[in-house]
Structures are given as structure tokens and as C-alpha cells.
């Protein structure tokens, strides 16, 4: 059975950080491109990054140079490290995985909030 558990969202003020994670059970993790997507409220689900099983990362352009994306294989884990957190960051996060052939896996989410 595949599970990918995200952790880490919560509440904080605009300018603050988050490091969000997702753990991976039931996949051969280091075999899938990982992303982290959001969905805000009335809005459709966007891609926020992504890494691939050779490490190249890609983000949204809104996120560039706050949002950092990384991946430990060893612990089957993909992080999000979100800095200088604004109000429009706000958010469910999703954590996928993906590869060309199979399905899609994808968690439960959690909530970003950004507010003061």
C-alpha cells in the first residue's frame, strides 16, 4: 500500500518559514520524480516544485528564491523549506509522486496558513 504523509504546515506570520515534509512508504522512492503542489481556496491545484530522481529541481515562479526543494532517499523523504512566507503562499500543500508509466501517488496535504 502506498502512503505519503505530509507534516510540518501550521500557522505563521507573513516573512516566517516552514519546512514541510513527506514521507514515502510502499514505492520505490528514489525512482520518482517527488513534487509539492497547492490548492488554495477557489483556485485550481498548482505545481510549487518538483525534483527528479537525478536531483534537477524546478519551481513556480512565484516561489523562486524563497522555496527550496530536496529529497533524502535514504530516508524515502522529500522536504519543502518555504522562507519569507507571504499571505498568497497560503494554501493546502500536496505531496506527489510520479513516473512515466504509473500512476500518480499523492498525500493527504496540509495547511499552509499565512496571516498576522
Known amino acids: 500500500q502506498v502512503q505519503l504523509v505530509e507534516s510540518g504546515g501550521g500557522l505563521v506570520q507573513p516573512g516566517g518559514s516552514l519546512r514541510l515534509s513527506c514521507a514515502a512508504s510502499?514505492?520505490?522512492?528514489?525512482?520518482?520524480?517527488m513534487g509539492w503542489y497547492r490548492q488554495a481556496p477557489g483556485k485550481q491545484r498548482e505545481l510549487v516544485a518538483s525534483?527528479?530522481?537525478?536531483?534537477?529541481?524546478n519551481y513556480v515562479d512565484s516561489v523562486k528564491g524563497r522555496f527550496t526543494i530536496s529529497r533524502d532517499n535514504a530516508e524515502n523523504t522529500v522536504y519543502l523549506q518555504m522562507n519569507s512566507l507571504k499571505p498568497e503562499d497560503t494554501a493546502v500543500y500536496y505531496c506527489?509522486?510520479?513516473?512515466?508509466?504509473?500512476?500518480?501517488?499523492w498525500g493527504q496535504g496540509t495547511q499552509v496558513t499565512v496571516s498576522s
Open positions: 506527489q509522486a510520479r513516473r512515466r508509466g504509473s500512476v500518480d501517488y
Open positions: 510502499g514505492i520505490i522512492f528514489n525512482i520518482y520524480t
Open positions: 525534483i527528479t530522481t537525478g536531483g534537477i529541481k
